[in-house]
Nanobody
C-alpha cells in the first residue's frame, strides 16, 4: 500500500505564491524513483481535477491549461518527495491539493485522495 502525506498549504492573497509538498511511502515493492507522480486538487462541491504531472526521472512535466506558466512541479527522489510551486495564485486555485502516482489523468478518471491533502485558499 502506498501512503502520501501532503503539507505546505495555507491562505494567500491573489497574486501570491505557495509551495506544497508530498512525501510518499509504501511497502517494500514501492520504489519512488521509478514512479511517475501527479498533483491533483478538489474544490468544494466539485470533482477531482488533475493539475500537474512529472515523470519518474523528473524529466517530462505536464500541466493542465489553467496553471501552465504559473505552477511548477518538481521531485526529489532522495527524499521520496514531490512538490508544487504555485505562483500568481488566483481565487479559482482554491482547493484541497493532494498527490498521487501517475503522470496524467483525465478528470473523470482522476484518483481520489489517499492522504490528508493540504488546503490552499486564495482570497483577498
Amino acid at each position: 500500500e502506498v501512503r502520501f502525506v501532503e503539507s505546505g498549504g495555507g491562505m494567500v492573497q491573489p497574486g501570491g505564491s505557495l509551495s506544497v509538498s508530498c512525501v510518499a511511502s509504501g511497502s517494500y515493492d514501492f520504489i519512488f524513483r521509478t514512479v511517475d507522480m501527479s498533483w491533483l486538487r478538489q474544490a468544494p462541491g466539485k470533482g477531482p481535477e488533475w493539475v500537474a504531472g512529472i515523470s519518474f526521472s523528473g524529466g517530462p512535466k505536464t500541466y493542465t491549461d489553467s496553471v501552465r506558466g504559473r505552477f511548477n512541479i518538481s521531485r526529489d527522489n532522495s527524499k521520496n518527495t514531490v512538490s508544487l510551486q504555485m505562483n500568481d495564485l488566483k481565487p479559482e486555485d482554491t482547493a484541497l491539493y493532494y498527490c498521487s502516482t501517475g503522470r496524467f489523468y483525465r478528470n473523470k478518471d482522476a484518483p481520489t485522495r489517499r492522504g490528508p491533502g493540504t488546503q490552499v485558499t486564495v482570497s483577498s
